[in-house]
């Protein structure tokens, strides 16, 4: 993505490397504003107040933050302990994505392991880096491997856009460069596909509404935003083709973790003979877990989320109450989506169906047949 011309990300390195830029995704699309973060502190509060999100994009403002931890951490044993509860305070920012606590440990055991402390801080950063880099070529592969689904609906359906449902904001601004499910979607726009996407506005925080249909727009790609409660209408008339989401966490036997309400789209997928893909790199795969509904923590948010709500009215940001003051809300952040409603896993490595036995087909290098951990 540009602004003004210039390529822009979520997350960068500013200020000759003291601090960690980030764009507030709280204040999109109405104002661009970027915060500069400089201690652990401030990139654990912009993980947990949603400055930044999305599963890649918080894993890389962890592996940041260990940076940042690095760069101040006093000299033997006392440092290496600082960065141990740097790394814990960091991982348990936001508990369901787990992308999160692999890349803060990622860091930590390279940092740990360098032999001559003073090097902590290099360390870091190129592993923090690294790991951006890897995610951004993860997400444009899934771009290529997911495109062909999208031309294929395009040949079936000639004069016609192909139409396509999201839910929640698995673009770029969620992870550092072409998104997880918007990656097909643009690089089908690439190769000249005409289509169409609905976005799900996404309460409570309304990613969709705010952030989608802004990425989308710029992009120049056609959409419509709709109410969270459309899809399932939208599939009974036909006026949707497929259905591409991305994950926070999935299990090695194919359970998907998303933001609220895509285990409704997926059931009215399934009702309605709608292809239902998840598209996600290997990075947020939780090699250790095998029944999603169960084992998958979910994040319960502030409730106030759910009983406000914030817009722009002219002149800046407004946030009002939606319901009577003494009434008790509930915010759960994600649900889980079991393997069986998944058609396919779009992934760097390709395309396949939810199952164990697919899984670790494609990804032999990363599990055990029981156990099922990550091998580095």
Known sequence: MKRNGKPLRPIWLDDGGRTVGVIDQRRLPH???????????????????????????????????????????????????????????????????????????????????????????????????????????????IGEHGRPLIEAIARDHPGRPVNILTHCNAGWLACVEYGTATAPI????????????????????????RLTAWELGRYGVRHTVITDNAGGHLMQQGRV???????????????????????????????????????????TFDWDLTDGVREIPIEERDPDEVRYAEGWDGDGHRRVRLCPEQSAAANFAFDVTPARL?????????????????????????????GLRVVD
């Not at 990139?43 to 940076?67: D, F, H, K, S």
């Not at 990622?106 to 402390?117: G, T």
């Not at 643009?186 to 509404?209: C, I």
């Not at 998944?342 to 047949?369: N, W, Y």
């Open 31 to 141: 104002e661009h504003i970027v915060r500069h973060l400089a201690t652990v502190d401030e990139a654990i509060q912009a993980i947990r107040e949603m400055i930044v999100r999305g599963a890649p994009l918080i894993g890389v403002t962890g592996a940041y933050g260990m940076y940042l931890a690095a760069r101040t951490a006093a000299p033997g044993a006392r440092g290496m302990a600082a960065l141990e509860h740097a790394a814990a305070r960091l991982a348990a920012a936001r508990p369901t994505a787990v992308n999160l606590a692999r890349a803060v440990d990622r860091v930590l055991r390279r940092v740990l392991s360098a032999p001559d402390e003073r090097q902590r801080s290099d360390l870091a950063l190129e592993t923090a880096a690294a790991i951006a880099e890897e995610e951004v070529e993860n997400c444009r592969r």
């Open 342 to 370: 998944v058609t396919g896993l779009i992934t760097e490595r390709g395309i396949c169906r939810a199952t164990a036995s697919e899984i670790r087909r494609m990804f032999p290098d990363k599990i055990h047949q029981r």
């Open 186 to 209: 643009y690089a089908a726009v690439e190769g000249g596909v005409d289509l169409h996407v609905w976005v799900d506005e996404t309460r409570p925080l309304n990613q969709g509404a």
């Open 241 to 283: 083709d497929l259905v591409i989401v991305g994950s926070d966490r999935t299990t090695a036997g194919g359970d998907v973790a998303n933001k609220i309400g895509t285990y409704l789209k997926a059931l009215a997928a399934r009702d309605n003979g709608i292809p239902f893909y998840v598209a996600l790199p290997s990075s």
